[in-house]
């Protein structure tokens, strides 16, 4: 997984590495994403709305760019929720301060 992480990343700027611990019908996977970016960012926040897991699935395939194959964990119920959890780190942004003057 190594080799392919570097690979991608020759090709994309900012890559995440998730780790999918196994389930009770899958095994262990790893899957590498790519950056958000604001459409995809919009669309999930639209989705958000509606269904959290529809939304994650929809960030997974659109971010996706190796790893494991994805149909699987999208599959599996408790890997799904496993990476949506995993997706604030992806989608997060980093903290900032605000000073009143």
Known sequence: ???IFEELKKTHKTLFWLDIPESEDEKAKVIFLRKIDRVT?????KLLQKDTLQAAEMMLKSLYVGGD???PILADFDQLRTAADLLSDVIGTVSGNVRKL
């Open 1 to 3: 997984m190594e080799k």
């Open 41 to 45: 960012y919009a669309a999930g926040q």
């Open 69 to 71: 194959e994805l149909d």
